[in-house]
């Protein structure tokens, strides 16, 4: 008995294996290679560049046109469904989970924001004699916002003072050196954890008070000054108060004396 195609009738013989009943073309036009959205949105902080994907903010890698065009394609990319065969049937998965799937994108600027094109080819059943191909585009609205961090630096957020200070008044000479080091370290750890910042420096009694983030960097900074010039250091908390889970909560200061 010959076999056939149940959409079209195409014999067997004529179109090729037959893959779940259908011939090679309603196969393919009945299972597109990707499914993608008509548009996404991608979170972009005004202030410092960072863009919002998977739950979690990023840091570009330079606040630009191009970071926003490399951004909009890992968005994009995260969005794209692709075609596998599994026990249950064809069903759509993330490009991660999937294999035998070359997906390529390119991204331009558009008046109405950022537009990225996607070239897929492969193969969704090992049945099928020819890959699949399928082509889309996805426009990206940006929306201006502000990050976490931003946030949590406009509104002078700061968990711990470190105080730098010498025997006597620091020359404006030291000063320059000692702010060199700081910054040198900051940018280091900031590197590591984006959530590091400082909040506000002062000038004050021949030294620097500087509002960090965490008592993590400010220890990490009066580390690097022990370091360079031998600075000795010492270590104070005060109580301000309690989390919303009940634990106390304090406010370290670090004093940092160079000789």
Not at 160 to 165: F, S, T
Not at 175 to 182: I, P
Not at 201 to 209: A, Q
Not at 218 to 229: C, I, T
Request: net charge neutral; proline share 3%.
């Amino acid at each position: 008995m010959q076999k056939f195609c149940y959409k079209c009738g195409a014999l067997e013989e004529e179109k090729g294996p037959l893959i779940e009943g259908l011939c090679q073309d309603c196969f393919t036009s009945e299972h597109p290679l990707i499914k993608t959205p008509d548009q996404v949105e991608l979170r972009v902080c005004g202030q410092c560049g960072a863009y919002f994907l998977n739950n979690k903010w990023h840091d570009p890698r330079e606040k630009s046109e191009l970071s926003l065009l490399r951004a909009s394609e890992e968005l994009v990319h995260s969005e794209i469904k692709v075609a596998q065969v599994q026990p249950t049937g064809v069903r759509y998965v993330n490009l991660e989970e999937a294999s035998g799937i070359d997906v390529e994108l390119e991204s331009e600027s558009v008046p109405q924001g950022i537009k990225v094109g996607i070239r897929a080819r492969g193969k969704i059943h090992e049945s099928q004699e020819s890959s699949q191909t399928a082509e889309g585009v996805v426009r990206v609205k940006v929306e201006t916002t502000t990050c976490d961090v931003c946030s949590r630096k406009s509104a002078g957020y700061y968990e711990a003072i470190l105080q730098v200070r010498g025997e006597a008044p620091l020359s404006r000479k030291r000063l320059r050196e000692v702010y060199q080091v700081l910054e040198s370290t900051f940018l280091e750890e900031q590197s590591r954890n984006r959530g590091e910042f400082v909040s506000k420096i002062e000038e004050k009694h021949g030294g620097l008070d500087l509002y960090t983030s965490s008592t993590t960097l400010a220890r990490r900074l009066a580390e690097a000054l022990k370091e360079k010039y031998g600075a000795k250091t010492d270590e104070s908390s005060k109580l301000i108060g309690q989390t919303s889970d009940g634990r106390k909560k304090y406010r370290v200061s670090i004093v940092a004396r160079l000789p």
